[in-house]
T-cell receptor, first 111, second 115 residues
């Protein structure tokens, strides 16, 4: 059973701090990884994708991948109250496999 | 560019009744997905279409769920008969093609409540 594990939270950080969200996956055949943001009552939207070991930065967001440890993380710098949402981690096996989602981590950024 | 459209947005039915959901993907997107998202969980893929063909329906409960995409554009998902555990948000997503770097764009979802 291929699984993606996330701490459900809630993770609470003060405004301006760094939020660190973590994800582990069970399938070593997974090749690409995605972070989706889902506001309450809304649908998921893609914020980051990562395919290679190391870091990938996009604005205030940094995704980190360690395939040896089967670990993916998302850092949000200068967190804003508007970042408060559930963050879903997803993995894809191979180049054509379907996405497998974790349960999501609820992030709350306090003003 | 219009996004993924879904209807209805909300549906309340009693168990053993049937229900159908409709999805219209982004124009030109060949791949269409139906996901089920139970409260507190991530989306779970039910079925994937590439144009009008089924690519993966391994997690679709085929005794009660069916889906079609006859002309390779819009799609319907049906549940018959519904069970209490089918209460969830049903999300439709589309992408230009399957896999790779193709981003999946999600529709607003249909929230189903089975009483």
């Amino acid at each position: 059973q291929k699984e993606v594990e996330q701490n459900s939270g809630p993770l609470s950080v003060p405004e301006g701090a760094i939020a660190s969200l973590n994800c582990t996956y069970s399938d070593r055949g997974s090749q690409s990884f995605f972070w989706y943001r889902q506001y309450s009552g809304k649908s998921p939207e893609l914020i980051m994708s990562i395919y290679s070991n190391g870091d990938k930065e996009d604005g205030r967001f940094t995704a980190q991948l360690n395939k040896a440890s089967q670990y993916v993380s998302l850092l949000i710098r200068d967190s804003q109250p508007s970042d408060s949402a559930t963050y879903l981690c997803a993995s894809r096996q191979g180049s054509q496999g379907n996405l497998i989602f974790g349960k999501g981590t609820k992030l709350s950024v306090k003003p | 560019e219009a996004g993924v459209a879904q209807s209805p947005r909300y549906k309340i039915i009693e168990k053993r009744q049937s229900v159908a959901f409709w999805c219209n993907p982004i124009s030109g997107h060949a791949t269409l997905y139906w996901y089920q998202q139970i409260l507190g969980q991530g989306p779970k893929l039910l079925i994937q279409f590439q144009n009008n063909g089924v690519v993966d329906d391994s997690q679709l409960p085929k005794d009660r769920f069916s889906a079609e995409r006859l002309k390779g554009v819009d799609s319907t998902l049906k549940i018959q008969p519904a069970k209490l555990e089918d209460s969830a948000v049903y999300l439709c997503a589309s992408s230009l093609s399957a896999g790779g770097a193709n981003e999946q764009f999600f529709g607003p979802g249909t929230r189903l409540t089975v009483l």
